[in-house]
């Protein structure tokens, strides 16, 4: 069955905190993408990837880096994190780009205090 | 950047009765449009899609129009249960052969016995 695994799913951490956020697919997807939701604006694209060694900005980059190390695995990295990052994070993968719906992993839960 | 403009952001209806709910996008090249739901402290999943060739499609109780001209899409849901409060986002790509999608800021759906 196809999965899209996230972790942690929750996650606390400081002003100024380093935090790496997991996600792996098991679904031979090319395309892996991080977004985030939050009330009010939906679900906003951070970046993507549409293979291992691939990076490809979104619309909300500011703060973040990925790196996709391996078609499975996707990381989101916030080095200096700041309140403005609380949010609900979603990894999803997809075969192709934008003509197919992505599949989305399980979110995790991130609050900067 | 390009948006997707949804409405409305809360809708309540009776039980039995149908819900709609509104899209609208920038770009006339965009092609594919998906529709997912997400319960309370879930993950989004895909309900229902229609690509630029249709009008029109539909599946379980769920109706999808797609008017290209007006750039418009909506989702109807007739004979709504209490199953079927959720929050419902609407996505379009971004444009004809991009990766991207860009998703509607959601509605909050609740069905009232």
């Known amino acids: 069955e196809a999965a899209v695994t996230q972790s942690p799913r929750n996650k606390v951490t400081v002003t100024g905190g380093n935090v790496t956020l997991s996600c792996r697919q098991t679904?031979?997807?090319?395309?892996m993408y991080w977004y985030r939701q939050d009330t009010g604006h939906g679900l906003r694209l951070i970046h993507y990837?549409?293979?291992?060694?691939?990076?490809q900005i979104g619309d909300v980059p500011d703060g973040y880096k990925a790196t996709r190390t391996t078609q499975e695995d996707f990381f989101l990295l916030l080095e200096l994190a700041s309140p403005s990052q609380t949010s609900l994070y979603f990894c999803?993968?997809?075969?192709?780009?934008?003509?197919?719906?992505?599949?989305f992993g399980e979110g995790t839960r991130l609050s900067v205090l | 950047g390009e948006q997707v403009e949804q409405l409305p952001s809360i809708l309540r209806v009776q039980e039995g009765s149908s819900a709609s709910i509104n899209c609208t996008y920038e770009?006339?090249?965009?092609?594919?449009f998906p529709w997912y739901k997400q319960e309370p402290g879930e993950n989004p999943k895909l309900i229902i899609d229609?690509?630029?060739?249709?009008e029109r499609k539909q599946t379980q109780g769920l109706i999808v129009l797609l008017d290209k001209k007006a750039k418009r899409f909506s989702l109807h849901i007739t004979d709504t249960q209490p199953g079927d409060s959720a929050m419902y986002f609407c996505?379009?790509?971004?444009?004809?052969?991009?990766?991207?999608?860009?998703f509607g800021s959601g509605t909050q759906l609740t069905v009232m016995p």
């Open positions: 999803a993968s997809s075969k192709t780009g934008g003509n197919q719906a992505p599949l």
């Open positions: 679904n031979s997807h090319n395309y």
């Open positions: 990837s549409y293979g291992a060694g691939n990076l």
């Open positions: 770009n006339s090249a965009s092609n594919y």
């Open positions: 229609i690509r630029s060739n249709m």
């Open positions: 996505a379009a790509s971004l444009s004809s052969g991009s990766w991207q999608l860009i």
